[in-house]
C-alpha cells in the first residue's frame, strides 16, 4: 500500500481559479517534498518542508504541513495553464540526509483557458 | 546547477532483449537512485547506490540489476526485458554533505517500450 495518499487523483480547474492538493501519510514525515512534472520528463522540485507548522511560498504556490507532520497541501492561487502538470509529494523514509524518498501516486492538474 | 542526464529519451526494446539504461550526474554526489513510474503506482524505488560499486535493493528489485563503476554514473541493467517493465524511468541523485532544500535532483526521464 502506498505511503502517501494525494487526493485528488486529477483536477480540472477554470483559470483563474483556486485549488488545493493534498498528501496524507500515517506515519510522521521527516521531510515532505513537493514535485512538479510536465508529462513524460522527470520531476522538478518545489519546496521542501521539515517543520510542523512549516508553510513556504513561492509565486502563487504555497505549501504546507500540518503540526503532526503527517499532512501536506499545496495550494496554488489564481491558476494559470503553465501550472497544469502532475504534482507529487515525496517524504523521506528516514531522519537521514539519505534522500532515499517514498512517493505518492500525483494529482494531474489541468488549466482550462 | 545540477545536471542529471538520462541517456536515452524514449527507447523501443524487444521482449528478452537486454537493456542498459544509463545515467551520469556531474555534482559529485554520493547517492544515486533508480525509480520507475507508472499510471495509479506512483514512483517505485527500484535500486540506489551509496558508493562507487555499492548497491541496495529497492522495493521492486525483481528483473533488475545495477551498475555503478565510477561515481558520476549509475547504470540500470534489464537482464531480459519483458512488457511488464514497459514504464517511465527516472535517475535521481543526492548528497550527503550537502545541505540543500533540494534532497533528490532527478533526470528527464527514460520512455521505455518493451514489445
Known amino acids: 500500500s502506498q505511503e502517501l495518499e494525494q487526493s485528488p487523483q486529477s483536477l480540472i480547474v477554470q483559470e483563474g481559479k483556486n485549488l488545493t492538493i493534498n498528501c496524507t501519510s500515517s506515519?510522521?514525515?521527516?521531510?515532505l517534498y513537493w514535485y512538479k512534472q510536465k508529462y513524460g520528463e522527470g520531476l522538478i522540485f518545489l519546496m521542501m518542508?521539515?517543520?510542523?507548522?512549516e508553510e513556504k511560498s513561492h509565486e502563487k504556490i504555497t505549501a504546507k504541513l500540518d503540526e503532526k507532520k503527517q499532512q501536506s497541501s499545496l495550494h496554488i492561487t489564481a491558476s494559470q495553464p503553465s501550472h497544469a502538470g502532475i504534482y507529487l509529494c515525496g517524504a523521506d523514509r528516514t531522519n537521514t540526509n539519505a534522500g532515499k524518498s517514498t512517493f505518492g501516486d500525483g494529482t494531474t492538474l489541468t488549466v482550462k483557458p | 546547477d545540477v545536471k542529471v542526464t538520462q541517456s536515452s529519451r524514449y527507447l523501443v526494446k524487444r521482449t528478452g532483449e537486454k537493456v542498459f539504461l544509463e545515467c551520469v550526474q556531474d555534482?559529485?554526489?554520493?547517492?544515486m537512485f533508480w525509480y520507475r513510474q507508472d499510471p495509479g503506482l506512483g514512483l517505485r524505488l527500484i535500486y540506489f547506490s551509496y558508493d562507487v560499486k555499492m548497491k541496495e535493493k529497492g522495493d521492486i528489485p525483481e528483473g533488475y540489476s545495477v551498475s555503478r563503476e565510477k561515481k558520476e554514473r549509475f547504470s540500470l541493467i534489464l537482464e531480459s526485458a519483458s512488457t511488464n517493465q514497459t514504464s517511465m524511468y527516472l535517475c535521481?541523485?543526492?548528497?550527503?554533505?550537502?545541505?540543500?532544500?533540494?534532497?533528490?535532483?532527478f533526470g528527464s526521464g527514460t520512455q521505455l517500450s518493451v514489445l
Open positions: 535521481a541523485s543526492s548528497s550527503w554533505r550537502v545541505a540543500t532544500n533540494e534532497k533528490l535532483f
Open positions: 506515519k510522521t514525515l521527516y521531510g
Open positions: 518542508l521539515q517543520k510542523g507548522g
Open positions: 555534482m559529485d554526489h554520493e547517492n
